[in-house]
């Protein structure tokens, strides 16, 4: 690694995919510390319903992902390459044609409209670019800022699951979204092909 690797580690890394202001390169076991500073955040912890854990469980966590064939895992990049968040299709079942999304974004770059741009990416990667038919989504039903991004980009709410989620001693119910292949389609906003 040369010295402006070393002060900007996520430029010299490839470019997946594109959203109109964010880009994304693949998740890799070194990124462990970065997510586990995400992860760590006490609105992430209740939203989301995740905890940290020990950092070297999480590198293990992330070699397996690079591994699973059933994932494609992402750092989200803002255009002058700094790190915002950790997007996701996991669950991917290329014969029925469904997945589950997954996006964490750093606390301080929430309510900046980053989150609409990655999960419009991920749908076009998904939609556009992959077999997929369904892409679900569950989050908290008191996580407001989620469901409306979510809702944003086109899924439907079609259930709740109940007390499915225990954080600090209380059950919560979770949402649970999708949005079809066909429902994608109809949507009229330019695509991520269209950003490069």
Known sequence: MNEDEAEAPYAARERFWRGEHVAFTPLEPDDA?????????????????????????????????VEDRTRDDFVVLLPDDTPIGHIALTDEDFVDGTAEAYLLLAPEHRGKGHAAD??????????????????????????AAALATLKGAGFAQEGVRRSSCLHRGRRHDNALLSLLRTEWEAHTRPRSWDHV
């Not at 076009?124 to 997929?132: C, H, K, N």
């Open 33 to 65: 510390e970065l997510l586990q500073h995400w992860r760590a955040d006490p609105v992430a912890a209740q939203e989301i319903g995740i905890w940290p854990g020990p950092l070297h469980d999480l590198r293990e966590r992330l070699v397996s992902y």
């Open 118 to 143: 990655a999960l419009a990416a991920l749908t076009d990667l998904a939609f556009g670019e992959l077999p997929l038919q369904r892409v679900e989504a569950l989050t908290h039903t008191e996580n």
